[in-house]
């Protein structure tokens, strides 16, 4: 009985033992986990904060340690990555802003030397085109069929030069932004039907059929008289030039609520949706179609011209027929 109530009392002992043993192990683990924690949240406040040279010293496990060495080691790689990136992007900055001003002049250059080339133009092609109407007014003297003939072909392409440099000339406005418009109140009803009636004669030479449908009712709209002309005389020429012959060629005017549609009808080739992204770009001739005097400039400037009146152009192209559509707002 003696010996087991010993037994007993030396198990109660050891496993007194035991249990302080495991509780001082416990408390210990506790501190060196808060230890442990305290310094990883302090090396990554650090780290943060871009201060990479930190003392790793104070670390005891070494595992630990050894993977904070290698964190800041890649960090400091991936600094050096980015200032050596930042200084490229620099560097190439720079030179973006030399080629920027560079191309500037450039374009101020060639802007004032088409300036300067189509006011000089003019000048001797219209004193040319002087001469050939006294000469086919008959001012010098009695000239034969033939000769009246040439004369007219030589006064048509004065004409076409005339109107190209006018085009060149409204092109460099418009990229200056120095397009004013002298906006009056217009009849459009007599406005396109005068249009129209002065242009008949181009569609003879393909067979075409003109066709101007204009509302009874009248319509008004705020128009710079010439540069609406332009635009007109432009979508017309256009229409002719790329119809099939022996087909219509339609001038059209409606309005719907507060807006006005002029519309340009014609049967010809389709335009196809690549085309129709660039019709109306700059230089844009696409084997020289749909653009007037193969200049790339006559939908641009059309488009420019319609958008300074607060209007827009659309064009639609299906099965061959094409249709360019004017909006503009009623007054």
Known sequence: MKITIIILFCLVIILCAISAIMYYKSQNLSHSIDRIETQILKLLRQLRYGQLNVNLETFRNEKIKHASEKLIEALSDREMMLQEYKHMLTEKNKSLEIMIEQEKESQKFKDDFVAALTHDLKTPVIAELNAINMLMNGMFGEISAPQKEVLSMMEKSDKDLIELSEMLQQTYKIQANEIVLKKEKTELNRFLADIFDELKPIFNSKNQNPLCEIQDEKVFAQIDLMNFKRVIHNLLLNASKYAYSDTDVT???????????????????????????????????????FQQLSTGLGLYCANKIVMAHGGKIDVKSEDGKTVFTVVVDKV
Request: proline share 0%; aromatic share 16%; charged share 30%.
């Open 251 to 289: 001038l059209n005017l409606y309005s719907e609520n507060d807006k006005i549609f002029i519309t340009v009808t014609n049967f010809g080739d389709t335009i196809n949706e690549d085309e129709m992204k660039l019709i109306f770009e700059k230089y844009y001739s696409g084997i020289n179609k």
